[in-house]
């Protein structure tokens, strides 16, 4: 027969475990605490020391934006703390932590932990992956206002709202999408060969693809037709005439109709 002896002892920070039949145990993974410590001591480890005020600045600021990165990375994707002995994540976090220790400006340290949540999320080394790496390296180098040429250049170059459907709906995407930022651009030719410095575009003009005109032109065409005489569509032979589905009324000349489309993207 088993001992019915339940006397048990255990170490400092151990944990007694009983039980009549078999005990199965799981490991949990690292706590929020522990990664913590980790991402603390990988800073303490790899950052300058400075002197007096400057030390205890760096430190609080470092602590700061890793309680923002941590508390981020457990409400949206708490699996993301196994890596916490992960070479690379342990690089990027660093990488946050002194940027923002060096500075502390509040939005830099928005979009870095916005960064590294999402590269946390990327299971293995893809493009991906590399590029938001990157991007922990590249912010850190643009002032407002290149952020915000960016965002309106990745707006109006990349994006289109299939839902547009007359100007006023067209009105409305810019002054949400592009306004925020048009007033923090600068025309400064400085700021834009600084951005090709940092590999985050190149600077070019004229008529062809990075031109405006051309670029509104691609995507919501059908918001500057001039329109056409309904009968040019029997003159043209097509076959399903003035189909609702294919036509509506000109948006510049009422009398006249146009294809019911904003691209021939769309149209297709």
Not at 127 to 141: C, D, F, H, M, R
């Amino acid at each position: 027969m088993l001992s019915r002896n339940q006397e048990q002892t255990a170490a400092d920070g151990g944990t007694a475990i009983q039980a009549g039949r078999d005990v199965t145990i799981t490991n949990e993974g690292l706590s929020y605490r522990e990664v913590r410590d980790v991402a603390l001591d990988v800073f303490r480890a790899n950052f300058y020391r400075l002197a007096g005020l400057a030390n205890d600045i760096t430190k609080a600021r470092a602590e700061e934006i890793t309680e923002e990165f941590l508390s981020r990375l457990q409400e949206e994707y708490p699996a993301g703390f196994q890596k916490a002995h992960d070479l690379d994540f342990q690089y990027a976090l660093f990488t946050i932590q002194k940027e923002y220790a060096r500075n502390g400006d509040r939005e830099l340290g928005d979009l870095l932990v916005d960064l590294l949540v999402d590269r946390c999320k990327q299971g293995q080394r893809d493009i991906l992956q590399i590029v938001l790496n990157e991007s922990l390296n590249t912010a850190p180098k643009l002032t407002e206002s290149q952020m915000a040429a960016l965002a309106v250049i990745f707006v109006l170059k990349y994006t289109q709202d299939t839902a547009i459907r007359d100007h006023t709906m067209l009105g409305e995407y810019f002054d949400k999408n592009v306004a925020p930022f048009a007033s923090k651009i600068v025309k400064n030719q400085a700021c834009y060969q600084h951005l090709e410095f940092t590999g985050c575009g190149s600077m070019g003009g004229g008529a062809g693809p990075g031109n405006l005109g051309y670029t509104l032109a691609w995507f919501y065409q059908g918001q500057f037709q001039k329109g056409f005489d309904e009968q040019e569509v029997e003159d043209r032979a097509v076959s399903i005439g003035l189909d609702p589905r294919f036509f509506m009324p000109c948006l510049n000349d009422s009398s006249k109709v146009q294809v019911r489309a904003n691209s021939k993207e769309l149209l297709k």
